[in-house]
């Protein structure tokens, strides 16, 4: 016990490291689920549709999906998403995938649905934006 006290002592900036470092990790895994909606990546998103029939929401504005926009996604603006919750409840018990350009929209979007008893909500990280960097395709309407 002395021997960690002693080298705690004399190394306190390595310990003070590892602790900042321990308690970034520890919120960076609590980031990926907020209030029940879990962030999932780009791959993820592909072997949900394939796999688990998700549905893909897209909160961007008209303009924004129609530059470019997920395949099969069904475009629900942020600004009417409260409007259009009793439209949504046929896909209440599939996973939601909601996204938007950054994934932030899409995240608060989600948040909303699951506090309307949606079952499986998830938010796509980085948006379209993280789905285009990685290549995935778009449609152009």
Known sequence: MNNILQFS??????LATLIVLIIILIIEE???TIQGVTKISPNKTVDLVNHQNAVIIDVSNQEQFKSGH?????NVPFNK???NLDNLTK???KPIIMVCYSGQTS??????????NFANVFSLSGGILEWKKIGLPLIKS
Do not use: V
């Open 91 to 93: 896909y209440k018990n």
């Open 30 to 32: 609590t980031k990926t």
């Open 107 to 116: 995240l608060r979007a989600g948040i909303i649905l699951k506090k309307n």
């Open 9 to 14: 002592i004399n190394h306190w900036p390595l």
């Open 81 to 83: 998403i409260k409007d």
């Open 70 to 74: 997920i395949t099969d996604s069904i």
